[in-house]
Each structure stands twice: as structure tokens, then as C-alpha cells.
């Protein structure tokens, strides 16, 4: 392989020096304060959701649709880095992406209260039920780093009219944050309560939570030295996946750093987007 061939597979995403608009749809009827980006592009964060919306960005001939899934803890979302970047990076593959803006478990509601456990899976189920609508002919793929993979697996197990091809999954904590599975043992429970509750209610990947294990082929990318999420993640779901006749294809590079997304590829994990892209293509 040539040097500049190698450099064109593996150089980050180039992104435009503003961010593209997108197409944003209400997900929930009811009136709720507006949500606020902070920081400034590529690197802003929404800190508190309220309003659960979808915000699209579609290219002219798609050829499949994502819904994307933003990481940041369930406590925030890394809109750029982990929601428009990736969607950016599914457009230049010819496919729709939908980013979804959700509510936090625990969060405060911006009425006094918070919200409950499942508030997450219930905007994302309305998404899903949106994309269904508009675009019912049209394969679809789930994304999701960090958090928002949780997200991403939660979502593959959910039932859909669609033609459901996969779900990309990176560095993300999909099951060994639950009460009874986690790692290291003895770590502590994560704050608010209703976000431990939903890792519990939602382990994506154990055979003790058969509503867990998605049916849908998975790209796993894991980095092995990752301390905010261990890779014990990925290792239970692979079980699992083994033991339940799931189609994973699992990459788990040996220097790379949690959160590398799709702009930290100094190190082996630079070829995630490359074979990511490849077994889109496959699948379609």
C-alpha cells in the first residue's frame, strides 16, 4: 500500500469551519425549556436536556439511515465529538443520520423533579418510532461511542418495523457497570440513582438479561487499556455472543485512549473508521 493510500484511509474527518444546520424534529409535544448547546464547534456539549429531539442530517441518495447515539455519561452529551462528527462521517457514506438529543436519568426535569430511570430508552424509542414513519424502506444501523453505545445496544433490542442491519458500538460501558456484574468489583454505585437503575435495567450483553442481547450483527471497538471503561465490557458480550449465536465483529486496539472517537487516531486504533466503513458496506 502506498503512503499517500495510507494516509487517505486513515486520516481523521475533515469537518467544515462551521457546523452544518441541522434538521430538527421534537420527539415529545410538550412544552419544555429549550435545550443549549455550550462551548463552541467542534467541541460543544449540551450539559442538560429537556426537550427530546431528533436533529438530522441527510445526504441527497441515501442508501441506508443511522440513528446516532452521543456519549458523556448520561449526564451530558458530547454533541460534536460523539453526535454531529459521527453523523458527518455516515453522510460521507451516502447514509442519513439522525442524532438523538435525549433526556438524563436522574436529571432535573426543569420542573422540580427528576427524571425517571427509563427516560433515555423512552425518547430513543421514539425516535425510532419517528424514523420508522418517515422512512420505512431504508435500512438502518444504530451508532453509538461511549454512553451513547449503551445507548446504541439498548436500541438494537428494541422491536422495529425496519430492516435493522447492525449496530456500531465503541468504548462503550454496555454491562459491567451493573450492581451484580461490575468491574472492578466493589466500585461504586454511579450518582444519580436512577442511572445505576437503568445500567441495571439494561445490561446489554449478559445471558442473565436475555432482553438484552441484540440480534442484530455488532462492530465492537474497544481500547484495552481503558480505565473508564474496561474492556470487560466487550469481553462479557463476546461470551455471550458466542454462547448465543450473535454475530460480533470485536476490535480491541492495545494503545488507544477512552474517547478516541473519530479525531484522537494517533495509534493503532486509527483503522477503527476504515473497518467500521467496511462492514457497513458489507452489510448492505
Known amino acids: 500500500m502506498s503512503q499517500s493510500l495510507f494516509a487517505s484511509l486513515f486520516s481523521p474527518l475533515s469537518l467544515p469551519a462551521q457546523p452544518p444546520e441541522a434538521e430538527i424534529e421534537r420527539l415529545d409535544g410538550r412544552i419544555s425549556a429549550p435545550n443549549v448547546l455550550s462551548g463552541h464547534w467542534p467541541d ?3 450539559q442538560a436536556v429537556h426537550t427530546p429531539e431528533l436533529h438530522s442530517f441527510r445526504v441527497v441518495k441515501p442508501c441506508a439511515q443511522a440513528l446516532v447515539y452521543a456519549g458523556g455519561g448520561y449526564t451530558k452529551l458530547m454533541y460534536d465529538k460523539e453526535g454531529l462528527e459521527v453523523a458527518l462521517w455516515l453522510n460521507s457514506m451516502g447514509i442519513d443520520a439522525h442524532v438523538l438529543v435525549h433526556r438524563f436519568p436522574g436529571g432535573e426535569s426543569g420542573t422540580g423533579g427528576v427524571y425517571n430511570k427509563s427516560i ?5 424509542t421514539a425516535a425510532l418510532r419517528l424514523v420508522e414513519r418517515q422512512s420505512p424502506t431504508q435500512p438502518l444501523f ?3 461511542l461511549s454512553s451513547g453505545g449503551h445507548m446504541a445496544g439498548l436500541m438494537a433490542c428494541q422491536p422495529s418495523g425496519l430492516d435493522v442491519r447492525g449496530a ?9 457497570n451493573h450492581r451484580q456484574h461490575k468491574y472492578p ?3 461504586a454505585d454511579y450518582p444519580p440513582i436512577q442511572k445505576q437503575d437503568f445500567y441495571d435495567a439494561w445490561a446489554i450483553g449478559l445471558e442473565g438479561h ?3 442481547l441484540p440480534h442484530c450483527p455488532l462492530f465492537l471497538a474497544y ?4 480505565r473508564s471503561v474496561p474492556v470487560q465490557h466487550a469481553l462479557n458480550l463476546l461470551q455471550a455472543a458466542s454462547r448465543n449465536n450473535l454475530t460480533v465483529d ?3 486496539f492495545g494503545t488507544a485512549p477512552h474517547g478516541f472517537a473519530l479525531r484522537n487516531l494517533d495509534g493503532t486504533h486509527a483503522s477503527w473508521p476504515v473497518l467500521a466503513q467496511d462492514w457497513i458496506r458489507r452489510l448492505l
Open 223 to 226: 481500547a484495552l487499556q481503558d
Open 168 to 176: 456500531i458500538i465503541a468504548y462503550a460501558p454496555v454491562n459491567a
Open 185 to 187: 468489583e466493589g466500585k
Open 142 to 144: 444504530h451508532v453509538g
Open 210 to 212: 436475555p432482553h438484552g
Open 44 to 46: 460543544r456539549q449540551m
Open 120 to 124: 433515555a430508552l423512552t425518547d430513543g
Open 250 to 252: 470485536a476490535h480491541i
